[in-house]
């Protein structure tokens, strides 16, 4: 069985904006660009065959070299503002099949998840590949914000976004504690087959495990306020740091 762990980096991003001349992918948290948590992490857990970076740009593509991935360029097509990740999914397992045989699972680890430590991915992988029947599996969180609470406004007036709760206590009425749970998902990491990909030309297919993270694990940086909560939890060494970045 080999595993590829793929990190995408298309440098698009705009929510986070370039940080001292840099975009976040490249910027510095701690003493170490953004990426190179994830890449090490991965490295780190000995789940993968290869960590390959889907790179953008030359610069991406060395600076993730330098802290132990491969990289290949993706084509301009998948890095277009709002361009899915199956497009440069499905162009990676079908071009480098050939050359490096056909992976039987990968695992996308995004950066902007930088604190999903190499124990999570060993441990995510070995709940993947021993359930039965499992298409893949995709890293989530609980929501802060319940979807039973929120409203959309149609002709000035408001409407529950789940209008199917009980009619005598709807859920926007009802104490957050008492709805059923729901989570959203994080770029934390996802595990798939292949062939889930290549037969269903989706990157999850329809049964998938779900992965819940907790505390800094479960930090995406979306925003700019999620980079500087970021830089203050490794500057307070509240999270685990690569061993090798250590």
């Known amino acids: 069985m080999s595993v590829v762990g793929l990190v995408p980096l298309r440098a698009g991003g705009k929510r986070v904006g370039l940080i001292d001349g840099l975009d976040k992918e490249r ?10 948590y994830t890449i090490r992490h991965a490295l780190d857990s000995n789940v993968f065959d290869n960590v390959v970076a889907i790179t953008a740009s030359e610069q991406h593509a060395a600076l993730a070299e330098s802290y132990g991935a491969m990289s290949v360029r993706r084509p301009d097509y998948t890095t277009r503002d709002g361009s899915p990740d199956i497009e440069w999914l499905r162009w990676y397992l079908e071009k480098y099949q050939e050359e490096y ?25 070995d709940k993947f590949r021993y359930t039965p029947g499992a298409q893949s599996l995709r890293a989530v969180r609980r929501v802060t ?12 007036r408001m409407l529950p976004l789940l209008p199917m709760g009980p009619a005598a206590q709807p859920w926007h009425s009802s104490p957050t504690q008492d709805i059923f749970d729901c989570y959203i998902q994080t770029a934390g990491l996802e595990f798939a087959w292949t062939e889930t990909v290549l037969e269903t ?10 992965w819940v993270l907790e505390g800094p694990e ?5 925003t700019r306020d999620d980079w500087y909560e970021a830089v203050a939890l490794v500057e307070a060494g509240l999270v685990e740091l690569p061993v090798s970045l250590k």
């Open 145 to 156: 914000e319940h979807p039973g609470k929120m409203w959309v406004i149609r002709h000035g």
């Open 201 to 210: 030309k989706t990157i999850a297919g329809s049964v998938v495990l779900p």
């Open 101 to 125: 045989g056909r992976y039987t699972a990968f695992a996308i680890l995004r950066v902007t998840s930088p604190f999903r430590s190499a124990d999570t991915i060993i441990r995510a992988w």
């Open 27 to 36: 910027a510095i948290i701690g003493r170490h660009p953004l990426l190179a």
């Open 218 to 222: 479960a930090l995406d940086i979306n």
